[in-house]
């Protein structure tokens, strides 16, 4: 007869991405690793160190004006509009979902205001120095960031400006969802209103968070020095949670990179 021990062990997936991590963080467990503990770049999974901190800085429904200085930034998702009125809440679901540039910067910028920055560029920084704070914190010992966005700052250099590893993003994702605005982007709808009562269409990033029932949450991102990287959060089978993260994959391979582990 044959017995468990006599099956050919299972053969590890064949993944584009350069580091991989499947984190069970109600057990404390990873249920796989490829090059988790060596730092990549981010891209826009940063954002959800920057939706972290600004909830921890100010409140939900604080009320955030757009600045010229933010709209400038790369990207247009969510069409933000100078002088609009948004709360945090409905920023940091834009950000989240459309993974919005400007409403990152937005942020930071009102937070860095509040924290004594004097300057658009100043107040970027001082959100920076908040993230990188908590990071600490939390004991990320390789984790960095130098924007709340994930922008690379000289994509000709080839510099990640954000970088962790795939098991410390796996425990920041841990962290992010205990923030219910955070653990529920599968509910999040496609249309959201300024105060002046603007509407502001958008689709979501996170196809498979969009497509695939079981996934509560996630955070895509690409730039051309990060590579393609995405954050994952899955209820399957459920009652279980599992995070995967993938990062140094492509735009494509991210995807199926996270279906295949």
Not at 76 to 93: A, C, K, P, S, Y
Not at 168 to 181: D, S
Request: aromatic share 6%.
């Amino acid at each position: 007869l044959s017995t468990a021990s006599d099956s050919p062990p299972i053969p590890p997936p064949d993944l584009t991405a350069g580091s991989a991590v499947v984190y069970n963080p109600y057990d404390d467990m990873i249920l796989y690793q490829k090059n988790a503990e060596q730092p990549f770049g981010l891209a826009s999974i940063s954002k959800i160190m920057t939706a972290i901190v600004a909830l921890e800085h100010i409140g939900e429904h604080d009320v955030i004006e757009i600045h010229k200085e933010a709209v400038g930034m790369e990207g247009n998702e969510g069409g933000l509009l100078v002088g609009e009125h948004f709360t945090l809440r409905n920023l940091i679901l834009l950000m989240l979902a459309a993974s919005s540039n400007d409403s990152a910067a937005a942020i930071a910028e009102h937070v860095g205001m509040l924290y004594g920055a004097h300057s658009f560029e100043e107040s970027q920084r001082v959100f920076a120095a908040l993230m990188n704070e908590t990071a600490q914190k939390q004991g990320y010992l390789h984790t960095h960031f130098e924007n709340p966005t994930g922008l690379d700052a000289d994509e000709n250099a080839g510099i990640a400006s954000n970088v962790s590893t795939a098991i410390e993003t796996a425990h920041l994702i841990a962290y992010a969802l205990r923030y219910p605005l955070i653990s529920a982007l599968h509910t999040v709808p496609s249309i959201l209103y300024s105060e002046e009562g603007t509407p502001h269409s958008f689709s979501s990033t996170h196809e498979i968070l969009v497509n695939e029932s079981g996934i509560i949450s996630g955070k895509t991102g690409f730039t051309d020095t990060a590579g393609g990287t995405l954050a994952t959060a899955a209820k399957i089978p459920f009652g279980k949670l599992s995070i995967i993260v993938v990062l140094d994959s492509t735009r494509l391979g991210r995807f199926e990179d996270t279906r295949h582990v």
